[in-house]
Structures are given as structure tokens and as C-alpha cells.
């Protein structure tokens, strides 16, 4: 474990990115046409909007370039009762990494793109963990993600640090990077294992890459409040003017919020199942368990797609995930990105 000036220094070096050069953007452009939106309010709230609805919102360099000098402002400022606001244009939040440009430049033997791209988008959803009360930070700040629609990937990592994530009836939160030779990255060894994903559960998200609704979502932790999107609108217009030196912004938050299922959890549904085949020791036992396990004829459809969904994902990203994810069992956010 990382003593607290160990770590201290590690956020220092993370804030100051001297490790290499990239291009700049401005982190408080408010041009419509730009990839990442900026908006100040006189209540001390700032709404970020992700900016590439015909890309889904997906991230690419220049958004993960804004995105952390505007967070890393944020970390250094002294002011109080600041809201941070995520949010996605068009119809979701993020569907992840825009995988097409980093592979363009490999194809290119551009190398140096998706180095950069990675380093700072982990140094970007650091930033976000960093702010958060819930894992020991001291900032007078609250994130709050608005988790609309697609929520994947990189969109989750992104996220997920948030002290508030809310999420609706549209919500597809998953990370699905085995299906394409990647693994669970930007901090997923860490956050899918906690609370009632700490083990089996976990591990399952991981190595599958299912798609969590709404319900999954508040049953796991993954997310904090359900707000129908027919709220939404309302919800960020009182977030963008509530006084927050009277009102904490969870209670602004939980004006608009309601109850949620959690019947219709998928995961909770199928809880036990899950735990008998994912509880193992190797990734050919996963497989085994699926295969030779007794399960209730009502798991036999789940049983089925979920063997045929492993069978097409990378070995390699599989095996690299259950050892990523068994190491993260109890590890803290700062080694999750290591």
C-alpha cells in the first residue's frame, strides 16, 4: 500500500503532465462546434458537455486534452461550494474511447497518439476520483454525472468517480473491451470491485462486457439516483442556479429523483448463477463452471449467451482481465491506474 505522501506525490505528478507534449485546447471554449463545452454559472456550478453526438460522444485526444486542463483548474482552485456537471449532447453521455482514431493511427504508425491519449484519459478520470468525498478527498467540490443513454467504456471511467451519478430509463452503462482485444481499463479493476460487485459480480461485468439498465446500476453502486429523462432538463436547470451555500446540491439532486425497481436488475436476478460460475480460480474454470455447473432451467438462456458471448472475445484480453481483476480485489483507486 501507498503511504499518503507516496500518493501524494503520485497526484502531484499526474496534475503536472511534464512527462510529454501534446497539443493544447482551450478549457473554457464555448464555441458550439467545440468537442468539449464549457459553461460557468454565477451560482459556482460548471456544466462540461461532451460534444460529438454523431460519434455518440466518444473520446478522442483533443476532448481528454480539455477535459483534464479544465479538471486540473478545478483541483487547484480555492473556491467553495463548487458543482461540477457532466453531461452528454444529443441522446447519451459517452459510448467510450473513439476506438476508430486510435486505430487509424496505429495503422499509420502513429504511436505517439494513442500513448498520449490513454495516459491523459486515466489522468483525466483520476482527477474526477480525486475530487471525490467518498474516497478521502478534502475538496470543497461535487461531480455530478448525468449517465444518459449510452454510458461505456471510457464514458464510464470518465464517470463513474463522480459523487453523483444519476442515471434514467435510457441508461447502457457496460465496459465491453474484451470483445475488441482490449481489457477493462480506465479504472475498472477498482470499481467494479466494490460493494456487491466485489468478486463474482465483478468479475462477470468485466469479463463480459453486459449491459447494465438503470436498475442494475442503483442495485450494484454503480450509480447513486434514478431521474426520469423527462426530468432532466428541469434537474440541470435547478442545478445551474440553486444557492449552494444553503443547499447541498444531493438535496438538489433528490428533488427530481425516484424510486427505481430493482426487481427488474438483471444482475440482481441472477445473482446466484453469476456467483456459481464466476467464482473460480482461472478463466478455464469460469468456462467449466458455465459448461458442467447445475444451474435452475430458468438460467439455461442466461447460461447459453453467456458462454457463446466469451467464446468470441479475445483469450488473450480475457486472461489479462481476470488476472487484472483479481488484483484489484484490494487495491486502491491510485493502483488501479498505475
Known amino acids: 500500500k501507498m503511504s499518503t505522501i507516496s500518493r501524494i506525490h503520485k497526484l502531484r505528478d499526474h496534475l503536472s503532465c511534464n512527462n510529454f507534449k501534446h497539443r493544447k485546447f482551450s478549457a473554457s471554449s464555448t464555441s458550439t462546434s467545440s468537442p468539449v463545452l464549457r459553461q460557468d454559472f454565477p451560482n459556482g456550478s460548471l456544466m462540461i458537455t461532451l460534444n460529438r453526438p454523431k460519434a455518440l460522444n466518444s473520446l478522442n485526444l483533443e476532448m481528454v486534452q480539455s477535459l483534464h486542463s479544465i479538471l486540473k483548474e478545478v483541483y487547484h482552485e480555492k473556491k467553495k461550494n463548487r458543482v461540477l456537471i457532466f453531461k452528454g449532447a444529443g441522446k447519451c453521455f459517452c459510448a467510450g474511447g473513439d476506438v476508430r482514431a486510435l486505430r487509424e493511427s496505429s495503422i499509420q504508425k502513429n504511436l505517439e497518439y494513442p500513448a498520449q491519449f490513454l495516459k491523459l484519459e486515466y489522468m483525466t478520470d483520476y482527477l474526477v476520483w480525486s475530487l471525490n468525498p467518498n474516497v478521502g478527498s478534502q475538496k470543497d467540490t461535487t461531480v455530478v454525472a448525468l449517465m444518459n443513454g449510452y454510458t461505456m467504456g471510457g464514458g464510464l471511467g470518465f464517470s463513474v468517480g463522480s459523487h453523483i451519478k444519476v442515471v434514467n430509463e435510457t441508461t447502457s452503462c457496460s465496459m465491453p473491451e474484451n470483445a475488441i482485444g482490449l481489457f477493462p481499463d480506465v479504472g475498472g479493476s477498482f470499481f467494479l470491485n466494490r460493494g456487491k460487485l466485489n468478486g463474482a459480480l465483478g468479475m462477470y461485468l468485466g469479463l463480459t462486457g453486459v449491459r447494465l439498465n438503470a436498475s442494475d446500476c442503483i442495485w450494484s453502486g454503480l450509480a447513486t439516483h434514478f431521474v426520469p429523462s423527462s426530468k432532466l432538463n428541469e434537474l440541470e436547470e435547478a442545478l445551474k442556479v440553486a444557492d449552494y451555500s444553503k443547499e447541498n446540491p444531493l438535496k438538489v439532486v433528490e428533488r427530481f429523483s425516484e424510486p427505481c425497481n430493482e426487481q427488474e436488475s438483471f444482475l440482481k436476478k441472477h445473482q446466484n448463477a453469476i456467483e456459481s460460475c464466476f467464482n473460480a480460480k482461472s478463466i478455464e474454470d469460469v468456462f467449466k463452471n ?49
Open 290 to 338: 458455465l459448461r458442467e455447473k447445475k444451474l435452475p432451467e430458468e438460467f439455461k438462456k442466461w447460461r447459453e449467451d453467456t458462454l457463446s458471448s466469451l467464446e468470441k472475445m479475445s483469450p488473450t484480453s480475457l486472461k489479462y482481465c481476470f488476472a487484472l481483476f483479481n488484483l484489484g480485489k484490494n487495491s486502491t483507486v491510485e493502483e488501479a491506474f498505475e
